[in-house]
């Protein structure tokens, strides 16, 4: 019997229907930042049987009035979370450097279509093998190192990387990874 890779990590791998369904809440988490209708994304991810995975800062976000500045910038920076939760789902053919912003296109090409049918989407979901998964994290955690060394003595950030786009992308691996089996509010990208 073959041996399960991923018990060579430290950390449990979120399964592919965790991934895919955090994939379709970010979607109208993403699309409300923008200005989207939170009401009538709260209605479909409930009809969709969703809402129980939406993290409690997603709903203070998409049921408040009045939203505060900060929670709509937040909002609008989780596509590039969003990213690398597809490539995992091998969505994406690779997961581009962090030195500018994702493609928003090609994710909403491969994403089910907002407002619509997830099931066949979500059944559908499976995942790029354990190591390469665990080699992107390892990537981008010493990319996210880079970034905060060059801020903290003073130096130009390398390689051209966007430390928010790398921050990003940081914590939605960690979370997939299931980083010190942090819930998505709480995940850290310690360095």
């Not at 690398?84 to 090609?106: F, H, I, Q, V």
């Not at 090409?109 to 499976?126: D, N, Y």
Request: glycine share 8%.
């Amino acid at each position: 019997m073959p041996e399960d890779p991923q018990n060579d990590y430290p950390w449990q791998m979120r399964s592919a229907n965790e991934v895919a369904r955090r994939c379709v809440v970010l979607y109208p988490v993403v699309a409300a930042g923008h200005g989207g209708p939170r009401g009538e994304f709260i209605g479909w991810l409930k009809r969709e049987g969703l809402w129980d995975a939406v993290s409690p800062k997603e709903v203070a976000f998409l049921q408040s009035e009045s939203p505060t500045q900060k929670q709509q910038a937040d909002a609008t920076w989780r596509v590039e979370a969003l990213a690398p939760l597809l490539w995992s789902l091998r969505l994406l053919p690779e997961l581009p450097p962090p030195t500018g912003y994702c493609d928003g296109k090609a994710m909403k090409r491969v994403l089910p279509p907002l407002m619509g049918s997830t099931v066949e989407w979500l059944a559908l979901a499976r995942l790029r093998p354990a190591e390469e998964i665990y080699d992107a994290n390892e990537g981008i955690y010493q990319m996210h190192w880079a970034v905060r060394d060059a801020r903290l003595n003073d130096k130009p950030v390398p390689n051209g990387y966007d430390a928010g786009v790398v921050q990003e992308r940081h914590y939605a691996l960690n979370w997939l990874i299931g980083y010190s089996g942090q819930d998505w509010d709480d995940v850290s990208t310690d360095t």
